[in-house]
């Protein structure tokens, strides 16, 4: 009894775990603390969405739907990955899931063999190695440097690739970085990838509408040639403001997307048949709020980056989507605090914030970048203004 399987073995204890418990031990002993760790937006699911949803329950759309999601909603999908992509999937070829989460998952579940191996670019979403490991494949971390934008470099890539390759993970814009790949960059990526037939890309786009400066390109639409080696993912999370709907989405080769269909079929079956309709009405509708949404967060992340250009010891690119801050604070480390405790790392930097400015972060080791901290401006402008003078204050007292 409790015996655990040898496979929870293979994933590590989440980096945030300490944070959480020092928020929950906080909370309880009456500290607010504002969270700037979270990964969504403050915004509302937009109203005719949201409508859409409570339209869908009184309308009796209870019921259990086909496994890979209603006709419906994959017309949707298909729609707007033509329009806002310029990507043609069949019926057959796009699925819709419980989350981006969930096809992720069932991607390298459905693929990966003992050894073979997943180039994930870092740093990356705290989820990739995880996933790869529990499905029983090895992740290959390849280093980005801010002194490039964050961004894989085509020679990094090309001496990562062995034999055992089965997928290269491409995430723009990026989480926790904020980079964007321009279409000539992420091209030159493509075609480092394109003579290793056994390798796949995975787009994780699914920050696509979250961008400021660039353009967003994916890589099925700039190389339609390797189209039946990508699959592009997407969901309405982000985009849409809709983390707790659980509706996320894939385009790519038949064959896959019906591996996809099959494992969904035998563990979770259809996304929830109200967020399918939702998520109809939501990528059906166009995007309209954008232009008041992208606005208020261009704003947060003026707030964040002057915080930490006027703040001695923190630096940061500037991220040109998403809607993350991915600020260095080694020159924060090896300082020393006004209650005498010396901050080794991005760990003891969090906790001091949460403690001393009662803000709450993700240290960059959770990405695989220690050195770090990960500051999210999915929140409301004053709050985050607030946060910000906070820990200004609390890094200016280090000595
Ligand atoms: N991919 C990245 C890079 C993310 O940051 C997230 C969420 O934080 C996801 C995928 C999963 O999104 P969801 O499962 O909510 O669609």
Same mark, same amino acid.
């Given at each position: 009894?409790?015996?655990l399987a040898p496979?929870?073995?293979m994933?590590?204890a989440?980096?945030?775990?300490?944070?959480?418990?020092?928020?929950r031990t906080?909370?309880?002993?009456?500290?607010?603390?504002?969270?700037?760790?979270?990964?969504?937006?403050?915004? *509302?699911?937009?109203a005719?969405?949201?409508e859409a949803g409570?339209?869908a329950?009184?309308?009796?759309?209870? @019921?259990y739907?086909?496994?890979a999601?209603t006709t419906g909603?994959k017309d949707?999908?298909? /729609?707007?990955?033509?329009?806002?992509?310029?990507?043609?999937?069949?019926?057959?070829?796009? =699925?819709?899931?419980?989350? +981006?989460?969930?096809?992720?998952?069932?991607?390298?579940?459905a693929?990966?063999? /003992?050894g073979?191996e997943?180039?994930v670019?870092?740093?990356c979403?705290v989820?990739?190695?995880d996933m790869i490991?529990l /499905?029983?494949?090895t992740p290959? !971390?390849v280093p980005?440097? +801010?002194?490039?934008g964050w @961004?894989?470099?085509p020679e990094?890539?090309?001496?990562? =690739? &062995?034999?055992?390759t089965?997928w290269?993970?491409?995430n723009?814009p990026?989480?926790p970085?904020?980079a964007v790949y321009?279409a000539?960059?992420l091209g030159a990526l493509?075609? $480092? =990838?394109?003579?290793?037939?056994n390798?796949?890309?995975?787009?994780?786009?699914?920050?696509?509408a979250? $961008?400021?400066?660039?353009?967003?390109?994916t890589? +099925? +639409?700039?190389?339609?040639?390797?189209?039946?080696?990508?699959l592009?993912?997407?969901? $309405?999370?982000?985009?849409f403001?809709? &983390?707790?709907?659980?509706?996320?989405?894939?385009g790519g080769?038949?064959w896959?997307i019906?591996?996809l269909?099959?494992l969904?079929s035998q563990?979770?079956?259809?996304?929830?048949s109200?967020?399918?309709?939702?998520?109809?009405?939501a !990528?059906?509708?166009g995007?309209g709020?954008l232009?008041?949404w992208?606005?208020?967060?261009?704003?947060?992340?003026a707030i964040v980056?002057?915080?930490v250009?006027?703040t001695?010891?923190l630096?940061a690119?500037?991220?040109e989507?998403a809607?993350?801050v #991915?600020?260095?604070?080694?020159?924060?480390?090896n300082?020393?605090t006004?209650?005498?405790?010396v !901050?080794?790392t991005?760990?003891? #930097?969090a906790?001091y914030?949460l *403690?001393?400015?009662?803000v709450a972060l $993700?240290?960059?080791s959770a990405?695989r970048a220690p050195g770090?901290v990960r500051?999210?401006?999915g929140?409301d402008?004053d709050v985050?203004?607030?946060?910000?003078?906070r820990m200004h204050?609390?890094?200016?007292?280090?000595?």
């Open positions: 009894s409790g015996r496979r929870m073995g994933i590590g989440s980096p945030t775990a300490a944070i959480s418990d020092t928020v906080l909370a309880a002993s009456g500290v607010t603390v504002d969270n700037l760790g979270e990964g969504e937006l403050d915004f *509302e699911t937009p005719p969405i949201a409570i339209a329950i009184r309308a009796g759309l209870t @019921k739907t086909a496994v999601g909603l949707a999908i298909r /729609a707007y990955f033509r329009q806002r992509n310029g990507l043609d999937f069949a019926q057959n070829e796009v =699925i819709a899931s419980c989350g +981006a989460k969930q096809i992720i998952f069932n991607a390298f579940l693929t990966l063999d /003992a073979d997943v180039i670019p870092t740093p979403w989820s990739y190695p490991r /499905a029983g494949g290959v !971390l980005c440097h +801010a002194s490039n @961004k894989l470099a990094d890539l090309a001496a990562a =690739i &062995t034999p055992r089965r290269v993970i491409l723009s990026n989480n970085t904020g321009p000539a960059e493509c075609d $480092v =990838i394109a003579p290793h037939d390798v796949m890309i995975m787009a994780d786009d699914i920050y696509e979250i $961008v400021f400066d660039t353009t967003f390109a890589p +099925a +639409a700039l190389r339609p040639a390797l189209a039946s080696r990508i592009t993912i997407n969901g $309405v999370s982000k985009s403001s809709m &983390t707790g709907w659980r509706l996320g989405y894939a080769p038949s896959l019906a591996a269909d099959t969904q563990s979770t079956s259809n996304p929830s109200i967020s399918q309709d939702a998520a109809r009405a !990528l059906s509708g995007v709020f232009d008041e992208l606005p208020i967060l261009r704003r947060r992340r980056m002057d915080m250009r006027t001695p010891g630096d690119v500037l991220p989507g809607f993350y #991915f600020a260095d604070v080694s020159g924060c480390l300082r020393t006004p209650s005498g405790q !901050l080794r991005d760990v003891d #930097f906790t914030m *403690e001393a400015a009662r $993700v240290p960059g990405f770090h500051i999210a401006f929140v402008t985050l203004a607030a946060c910000c003078a204050t609390a890094c200016m007292a280090l000595q």
